[in-house]
């Protein structure tokens, strides 16, 4: 339970700062955000696992954060292009 808690605070904390740093307004309430930033954090790892063919590795750290960043932002500018309303 703590560690669906977590994900979803993880997830709250990238798809915050992938909005403050996306240019332009991005309109999407809590549940939008929170899945926003674990989505980012899905794509980018399940990319990291498919380049590098290792498994997704557990544990927090700097770079995973960065690159959870540039997923949720390449989300929201997926999700603009296709016209999802962000």
Same mark, same amino acid.
Do not use: H, K
């Given at each position: 339970?703590?560690? $669906?808690?977590? $994900?979803?605070? &993880? =997830? /709250? @904390?990238?798809? #915050? /700062?992938?909005?403050? @740093?996306?240019?332009? %307004? #991005?309109?999407?309430? !809590?549940?939008? %955000? &929170?899945? /926003?930033?674990?989505? =980012?954090?899905?794509?980018?790892?399940? *990319?990291? &696992?498919?380049?590098?063919?290792?498994?997704?590795?557990?544990? !927090?750290?700097?770079?995973?954060? @960065?690159? &959870?960043?540039? =997923?949720?932002?390449? *989300?929201?500018?997926? =999700?603009?292009? /296709?016209?999802?309303?962000?």
């Amino acid at each position: 339970m703590l560690n $669906i808690i977590g $994900i979803i605070v &993880s =997830g /709250l @904390f990238v798809g #915050v /700062l992938a909005r403050f @740093f996306y240019p332009g %307004t #991005v309109d999407m309430g !809590f549940w939008m %955000t &929170s899945l /926003l930033g674990v989505g =980012g954090a899905l794509v980018v790892g399940l *990319l990291a &696992s498919f380049a590098n063919g290792q498994g997704v590795r557990e544990g !927090f750290n700097r770079a995973g954060c @960065f690159s &959870s960043l540039l =997923g949720a932002m390449l *989300l929201i500018f997926i =999700g603009r292009q /296709l016209g999802w309303g962000f």
